[in-house]
């Protein structure tokens, strides 16, 4: 496998880096209690806590477990959002994303995905992906539906924010 840290991954619109300190503040902006209403993750109260988070995932980077990823539009650097492929030491990793309220409807979500996959598909040795999701969260849905996923179970569970989650697990295969 490729060096992590150094993953950047584009697409016509997009490009995709690992995460880091410097996006500290538009995390903390973007990921409000708006965005997390289907995710399990609540936002953070504060940008110190944000920055713990960052690093936390910065050192998951660093211990090959999970890769984070920022989205930037490709002609402006525009902060977007961020996805992920989780658990990428198992056999069964995992795909995340969220984007930013105004970002959302522009097939960003799909896009990212589709090129986070794509290095999946060439970087990582795996029996499928799971991709978790709300049933509410449609746009999420039709992501994984996007990528041939098939439901596999479903499942409910109380999210951060105290919230019951009611969930769809998706597993995609190569």
Same mark, same amino acid.
């Given at each position: ?12 619109? /997009? ?5 880091? !300190? ?6 903390? $902006? *973007?990921?409000? &209690? ?60 995992? /795909? ?5 309220? !105004? ?6 979500? $799909? *896009?990212?995905? &589709? ?26 849905r039709k ?23 009611d969930e ?7």
């Amino acid at each position: 496998m490729e060096n992590l840290e150094t993953v950047l991954l584009e697409s016509k619109r /997009l490009m995709l880096q690992a995460i880091s !300190l410097e996006y500290a503040d538009s995390v903390f $902006r *973007e990921f409000t &209690s708006e965005i997390t209403t289907f995710m399990y993750p609540k936002p953070a109260q504060s940008i110190r806590e944000t920055e713990k988070i960052i690093k936390d995932m910065i050192q998951q980077r660093e211990n090959k477990t999970d890769l984070v990823l920022v989205i930037l539009k490709k002609d402006n650097l525009e902060f977007l959002g961020i996805c992920e492929v989780g658990a990428i030491d198992t056999d069964t990793p995992e /795909l995340g994303i969220w984007l930013k309220k !105004l970002a959302h409807g522009f097939g960003f979500g $799909r *896009e990212a995905i &589709s090129v986070l996959k794509n290095w999946v598909d060439k970087n990582l040795k795996y029996n499928y992906l799971s991709y978790p999701v709300d049933k509410r969260n449609i746009p999420s849905r039709k992501i994984a539906e996007s990528l041939g996923g098939r439901v596999f179970r479903e499942f409910q569970q109380i999210n951060n924010s105290g919230n019951l989650l009611d969930e769809i697990e998706y597993r995609i295969y190569k």
